[in-house]
């Protein structure tokens, strides 16, 4: 017994460190697949037209048909659509919005937020204080009336979304290219003669990269979820177009009898919603565990 005491920490502390490393491999294995679920859901989305059973705008069937049956998986709507395929085209819409924002808002914001912090003085001020202007103004509300401005419409709630969304980026990238800029080798770089516009594009605009993008996958979720709140209180594209957040509010009336119909549209929300967020957690976990 005395002998075998001296051991049982030692094995206590090898079972502990076995133990402690479980969590780090299984969380990096979830990290990856969070993040391989954007791939596979823009591949599905680009895949929509052969996956979706039926043509989304076209009455296939009896109308106000329960899941499963009459070979609607999800049922069927009014007047015998299926919804299925109107969600399959309606997330496919949302999915590629939310891209379409982000990336947006990454390039104007980002070459904003790059320009101001990099020529510094009067630029800097004057771009900061244009995008605290955009910043300042309740962003639904500022959406809300650029697409009541110009008609509603798919197109318009694109460019509503991404004229409230750039000067979150814009600040992002500035504030990184700031902190860059002080760095001992931006110095030397500068000292040596290095124009602006080389400084900016080799030694700035990197480092300021990983952050924004991460944000950027962060805000896919929440795009999501915005697109279909305008949409919904019928800012979106008109009917029969199949939209989410349509859907729903088209067919609330059928709650109580026919739940399926504004139910599922909003499940379709709901998951692409998780997916997005769910992938910008796990690309923040991977830019920080490769940075360590």
């Not at 990096?28 to 989305?45: D, E, K």
């Not at 919603?273 to 360590?292: E, F, H, T, W």
Request: charged fraction near 10%; aromatic fraction near 6%; charge should be positive.
């Amino acid at each position: 017994m005395a002998i075998a005491l001296p051991a049982a920490p030692l094995l206590r502390r090898r079972a502990g460190r076995r133990v402690l490393a479980l969590p780090e491999s299984t969380s990096a294995l979830v990290n990856w697949v969070g993040f391989s679920l954007v791939i596979l859901v823009t591949l599905i989305a680009v895949a929509v037209p052969l996956i979706a059973p039926h043509d989304p705008l076209l009455p296939v069937g009896m109308p106000l048909q329960a899941p499963g049956k009459d070979g609607f998986l999800l049922g069927s709507d009014s007047i015998g659509r299926d919804i299925l395929s109107r969600v399959l085209y309606g997330a496919r819409s949302s999915w590629f919005a939310a891209l379409a924002v982000v990336a947006i808002g990454l390039l104007f914001g980002g070459l904003v937020g790059l320009v101001a912090g990099t020529v510094g003085g009067w630029v800097d001020t004057v771009l900061m204080r244009i995008t605290d202007a955009f910043l300042s103004l309740p962003a639904p509300v500022l959406a809300i009336a650029v697409v009541a401005a110009l008609g509603p419409s798919f197109l318009h709630t694109l460019i509503a979304v991404s004229i409230v969304w750039w000067p979150f980026y814009a600040r992002l990238v500035r504030g990184e290219i700031v902190r860059l800029a002080a760095r001992p080798h931006v110095e030397a770089a500068r000292l040596a003669g290095v124009s602006r516009t080389r400084l900016a594009g080799r030694h700035l605009l990197p480092g300021a990269v990983p952050n924004a993008v991460v944000a950027a996958s962060l805000d896919i979720g929440t795009l999501i979820l915005t697109l279909a709140a305008l949409s919904f209180l019928g800012l979106g594209a008109a009917a029969p177009a199949p939209e989410l957040g349509a859907d729903s509010a088209r067919n609330l009336s059928y709650f109580l009898q026919q739940w399926w119909i504004p139910v599922m549209p909003g499940l379709g929300v709901l998951v692409l919603a998780l997916i997005g967020n769910v992938a910008g957690d796990c690309l923040r976990n991977l830019m920080k565990g490769s940075g360590r």
